[in-house]
RNA sequence: GGAGGGGUGGCCGAGCGGUUUAAGGCAACAGUCUUGAAAACUGUAGAUCCGCAAGGAUCCGUGAGUUCGAAUCUCACCCCCUCCGCCA
């Protein structure tokens, strides 16, 4: 949700934020309707004050008569109060469904562009990668060493669905501890932060566990409900399967307001994320590069509203220092109006190198999402100046399994079929060097 | 799933139809006293909305209802606690 005084004084402004957006919400519509409300709201409040007077003078009234006269009197101020306050309701719904439509304003550096197409790469790190011989996917890599079996996945689950088995479900396992044992060590994320050049704190990562179902109520205020064809829904207990740990993560702190001295509040999270993927028919549909269900590690903080992004930045320094450190070659892309979430004001992406496909393909994400979802979770920061604000949001993905696994499966690939394990992940893969040998 | 109890301001806790501004305590902040601190005393303090402001309105888990008037009565829902059942 955007700040209604924004919109009120700003409303060019905000009309071409929302039309590079792709959003067709009527701001004029919406604008009229905040008038209509706060004038109905000025003639309800003059009622009321009306209302406690006569209220008063009814309580302290001794004489039975004038009583019974000040009693009628309310009885009429009643019934005029019923139609202001259905107008009123209706003015608010009307703002509030214009309001949660409404997209997050873009960064002042995002490209504006229609679709994928206006995303701008900002740096490659690596080369592609070079094989002397041709190399195979991951699925004809997973499948002849035993890793992957899509096959039983569909017919157990259904399409989309798989078994990673043996010494993958391991490197999983493996990438977990990594990365934890870098989000949740201070010296580590000084090491990141200073090879990036941030001016962040070295504030450590609380590891979390959390719900993977939510209520729509709460999925709503975190603006992730829509695209609701893209969600599991239990009806028999209206709770929704997250796509994603941000889901449950991002309300960790509704209604709640931080003291200045306690941000950045940083959170990592390690769950399974579900999605229906309506509308990707026939896309993907080779390995496990696009599962309706898969593991993913996330990260997520709440930071002073001028510390979000470098917040935003170490994000994204974090996910390439644990690139780099693995051996992917990727590229990162600033991602354009068009093709951006609708809380994000500001998107970066990752595109690891995919040997199998010859293409960066997307495996991390970093949104920004500013106060945009702050404002509707009402998670506020006390100012030490004792000023209340709402805090600035970011989400990014420390690990997407599945995707990883494939990079790490088609990178490292040696001729006679076996896979390279980094060497950052053998100490928990038993100090093996290789998978299939 | 069944039975019972409960949700009040940062915290504890009173209020159970109208003298409305939610008693009282603790914690907080400022001041007095003190060499300094503690103690004591005095005072100040919440959030949201409308308004340029003065000011006004709202907020006792959430929502609806009864009433001229609701923290207080009714209903639904949510959450917490205790016991029983089931269960990793």
Redesign the pocket.
Known sequence: MLD?NLIREHPELVKKGAAAKRSDVDIDKLLYA?EQ??KL??Q???F??A??????R???EADKDAKTK???E??E??EKMKTLEAEL?EAETTLHALLSLLPNMPSDDTPVGPDESGNVVIRTVGEPTKFDFKPKDHVELGEALGLIDNETGSEVAGARFTYIKGDLALLQNALHQLALSILTDEASLSAVIKEAGLDVPATPFVPVIPPLMI?PEVFQRMARLEPREERYHIPSDDLFLIGSAEHTLGPIHMDE?FAEKDLPRRYVAYTPAFRREAGSYGKDTKGILRLHQFDKIEMESFSLPEQSRAEQDLFVAIQEHILKILGVPYQAVQVCTGDMGGPDSRQIDLESWMPGQDKYRETHTADLMTDYQARRLNT?V?RDG?E?QFVHMNDATCIAMGRLLIAIMENFQEADGTIRIPKVLQTWMGGRTHIGK
Do not use: S, W, Y
């Open positions: 209604i905040d409300r706060r709201i000025g309800i409040q003059e009321r004050a209302q406690n007077v006569a209220g008063e009814i309580a302290k000040a009693v009628e309310m009885r101020l009643k309701a209520k307001t506020r006390r004792g209340m």
